[in-house]
């Protein structure tokens, strides 16, 4: 699963790396939690440049009678969305880039979980494959919100964690967008694990643990020996 990530390129950085047409507003965030705002990119239609918005992180399906039902879908396995009631439709026509520089996940050990940070060996930024959905309430309200696509551990992942979000080719961001893309298996060709030889990781304190805790500290490495 991704249940927490960093995102501190500036907006000059990321509209370079994701062919904004304008350049964002950005804070640098170093631990990104669940029911938080996060930068999103899309196209609303194939006629439409790339956009950026914040979304909420979990998703709400439009059918939902109550929005918390959110906090349970951050991610979405990429094996089964295309089938799931709660993101088979986003799948095929809600589709979005989520722009990072890192994340986190946790090793099982005899003393607790221990966070390591996962990044591309180059530093540059990338992006997890995402879905997004409109949900409005009795009452009127509009959330819209999204998740993030997991799949299996790549070689660099496996010892930590059986998951890994899908992280997308930037040669694939153009199709990952394209509304007119629909096929399940054209889809399914892009969310796979990412190149384990592109990326590195190394252990973190447990200070990421907390989503209170957004600092350049939760980055430190910390030494296991």
Known sequence: MCGRYSQTQDGKTIAQAFALPQTPELSPRYNVAPGQDIAVIGRPNAQSPRQFKALRWGLIPHWAKDHRIGYKLINARCETAATKPSFREA?????????????????KTETGK????????????????GLW???????GEVITSCTILTTNANDLLAPIHDRMPVILSPTDYEQWLDPAV???????????????????????????????????ACLEPLNLS
């Open 91 to 107: 799948l095929a026509k809600r589709r979005c880039l989520i722009p990072a520089d890192g994340f986190y996940e946790w090793q």
């Open 114 to 129: 221990q966070p390591f940070y996962f990044h591309m060996a180059d530093q540059r930024p990338f992006a997890f494959a």
């Open 133 to 139: 959905e409109r949900w409005r309430s009795t009452e």
């Open 182 to 216: 629909t096929a399940r298996h054209q889809l399914q060709a892009l969310m796979q694990p990412y190149d384990a030889h592109l990326m590195t990781s190394y252990a973190v304190s447990q200070r990421v643990n907390k989503p209170g805790q957004d600092d350049s």
